[in-house]
């Protein structure tokens, strides 16, 4: 069976990796959230898990590959995105409690190595924060083994897989926050099962998403992200300019690069549209004019 299809059954009778964060938020609040309550509804089945795609970048799963390769010279008996589950935890909760970890390695002597591959632009610290819970989820499941990050740096991806860029790193951390947090949101599940229900609605939430879509939105908030950088450096060096421009009575710098040029400090009128409309309704209804907008995507960072 196709890996991705397994991961897709197994998420219908139980939680795995993915859910960790949302599970350690219901953690910290001591109730469902509206998401917690959407993906308890397509765990008891009340509702189905809508189906989604599109033409999502294939960088990711091109690296795991090539990493795959590069681990199994070193681990031979490595498996890919193995369905491993916590046989106590999924007791005490009564619903599996598993993951798929990219890539688990167990040796003739029973050592477990763990690995999870991660392709950002961001550095490995800032990696292992926002993945903080997935590893301490990886941890919970398989406490004696071993959990590496397998991070790729995608800064300057010119689509040449490059080995040098890949670095593996043990995580050591000992997750105590994120784990009581995490138990004590899969404890608030079970506790709300027995008189659980749901109204349906047109959202979305990212448990919805095939892997490869979520994949994607990671790389598309990675760049949103290094977006949001550059324009803030954009930004302070538009005002050291002006500051020296002023300071020097400069009106413009020329380059071969781009041409920088000072604008003078305007006085502009503007049109109070809001107090025309409260003092002359029937003048505002009647050039009103209705005109059809397309339809368009809205991102917001959280």
């Keep these: 069976m196709d890996y991705k299809q397994e991961i ?15 599970i350690a938020s219901i953690g910290r609040l001591n109730k469902l959230n509206s998401t917690g309550k959407r993906r308890i509804a397509q765990f008891l089945g009340l509702i189905e898990r809508k189906q989604f795609s599109t033409s999502a970048t294939d ?3 091109n690296i795991e590959v090539l990493i795959y390769e590069i681990l199994s010279e070193t681990y031979p008996r490595l498996e890919s995105n193995p369905f491993r589950k916590n046989e106590k935890l999924s007791k005490t909760f009564g619903f599996d409690v598993f993951n798929h970890i990219d890539y688990r390695n167990e040796d003739e002597q029973g050592n477990v190595f763990c690995f999870e ?3 950002t632009i961001k550095n490995i610290e800032d990696t292992l924060n926002d993945y903080s819970y997935q590893f301490a989820w990886h941890k919970m499941i398989e406490p004696e083994s071993k959990l590496f990050l397998v991070h790729y740096d995608t800064n300057d991806y010119n689509g040449v897989l490059q080995p040098e860029k890949i670095s593996v790193i043990e995580v050591k951390n000992k997750f105590k926050v994120e784990l009581s947090e995490i138990k004590n949101g899969l404890k608030v599940i079970k506790e709300s099962i027995p008189d659980f229900t749901f109204e349906e609605n ?20 990675e760049y949103l992200t290094k977006i949001e950088q550059m324009q803030s450096e954009i930004n302070e ?14 009106k413009s710098i020329d380059n071969e690069l781009f ?16 107090k025309f409309k409260e003092e002359h309704p029937r003048l505002v209804k009647k050039y009103l004019k209705t005109n059809k907008k397309k339809a368009y995507i809205k991102i917001s960072k959280h």
């Excluded at 059954?9 to 939680?15: I, L, N, P, V, Y």
């Excluded at 047109?202 to 908030?221: C, R």
């Excluded at 060096?237 to 400069?250: A, E, G, P, S, T």
């Excluded at 041409?259 to 809001?274: A, C, G, N, Q, Y």
């Design 8 to 22: 897709i059954e197994s998420r219908q009778k139980g939680f795995g990796s993915s859910d960790a964060k949302l």
């Design 59 to 61: 960088l990711g799963d």
């Design 117 to 119: 591959c991660k392709a």
């Design 202 to 221: 047109d959202e979305l939430i990212s448990t919805d998403l095939p892997e490869e879509v979520k994949k994607e939105l990671s790389v598309i908030d």
């Design 237 to 250: 060096f538009k005002d050291r300019m002006l500051h020296n421009m002023l300071k020097n009575n400069v």
């Design 259 to 274: 041409k920088i040029t000072l604008v003078d400090e305007t006085e502009t009128s503007t049109f109070d549209s809001k």
